[in-house]
């Protein structure tokens, strides 16, 4: 216990400005507070038809006979919920995209949604952290989306990469993730808003933002002088941070962002999460706080009080047997989150199925919304690493119900290719819960479940749709698609490996 206290502790100062100082806490309050945007917003309708689409990435794909090039999907959505008719298949060698599909580049890799040019469609970012720019292997790259009344093109697309100094592993785009953090024009900050990218390296978080003014050509900027953890830290320690979440965490009028990743150096693989505040300039983002756990994380108002909450699931050394889930609580004031967790899960918390078992990963994935239309977060828990029967990390997917207080075992459920209805027989390594993703595609106001096996026949990947009704999600009714049902190749495409949060 000690050992996991003393990494986040040491974990506070990793994430610093490029001047050297830690960040200090905005000084200007907001007069109005600002409510949850974890989980009722989910910034993917690309066509801006009031329907949220899925952006699914493949970076294990044969694109034009180039192993493992990659590419997305896009699946619009309409009244009738999500369709596998109405979609675009995108990659590096789609007309209009920077570059080419290259073995090993890995599209789709990371994918996130947001609206960037403040112009009513969402926009898609992709990341390709296998990318080589010039002869920098593996230095990572992005491309940029824009939404439209017809959706997503490559004509119109935008390259990303690190502008200042792109390094050969940094793996550039690993993660990706957009919302409202700060202002493009801080002398102005109600002024022309838009959602800013950030953007992970292997030991770096960078953000994007278009610039102010820009209208029928976006142009994307990098704002500020980015962070990078491994210069604030003795040597051969630092942490590889690997997944973003965005909420409000403080009710002022800016997005805050979780930064999660594991530790590196002498005490390896401890999960952390460090917090940022949200400021009308990037150069003032404040120090949210560090909290135990990682490297999954998901935002949103589990208590039902206005105010989002952070959930971290911890897989990393050190954690419960199995892995747990902690759900940190907004303060409802701009401080942020409580620093001790209000409630943390397992397998083995009472009404929870299931027994916690060395390996499960459960937490490894998270995702919120409301599966049964009580107007409460619900949350998807994705094991990964969980045993069915006798047939190794065939992988499951729970779920805990919202209630006034926080989450309950009271109605929890878990599901796996073995449950009576759903498509399918668990197999060694399917990896089922390795991606998931709850989401209103009919807009009736209940969140069906994705939820993705990538390791599906030998690494093809499938994902599956489980139907949200009265009393949550249900097995009855489910059905499954892959690559190939999208006019995509599908062998060894690793299907499913990010899905839009």
Known sequence: MRHIKSAALMAAGLLALGGGALFTAPAAQADVPFPSIGWQQHNCDFDGNGHDDVLIGAPGATVSGAKGAGYVTVQYSGSGGLSTTRRSVL???TS????????GDGFGRAVATGDLDNDGYDDAIVGIPGEDVGTLTDAGGAVVFWGSSTGLHGGDSTWLQDPAQPRAGANFARAVEAARYFAPDPSDPDADPRDSIAVLENDSLLFFTVEPGTAAAPRLQRAGRGVRALDRTAQDTGVALRSLSHGNYNEDSWADLAISGVTTGDQPGIGVTQVLHGAPAVENLGDGGTFRGGPAVVSSDFNHDGQDDLAIGDTGAG???GGSVSVYLGRGDLSGLDPVPAQTW???????PGVAEAGDRWGAELSSGDTNGDGRPDLAIGAPGEDIGSVADAGAVWTLRGAPGG??????RSFDQNSAGIPGT???SDRWGAQIRLIDADKDGRFGLLAAAPGENTNDGFVWVLPASASGLVAKGSWTYDGAALGASSANAQFGTAVDE
């Open 319 to 321: 954690s419960a047997l």
């Open 96 to 103: 209009g995209v920077a570059g080419a599909a290259e073995a």
């Open 407 to 412: 989450l309950t075992a009271t109605g929890a």
């Open 91 to 93: 990659s590096q060698n």
């Open 346 to 352: 397992t397998q083995d918390s009472a009404g929870v």
């Open 426 to 428: 668990a197999e060694t």
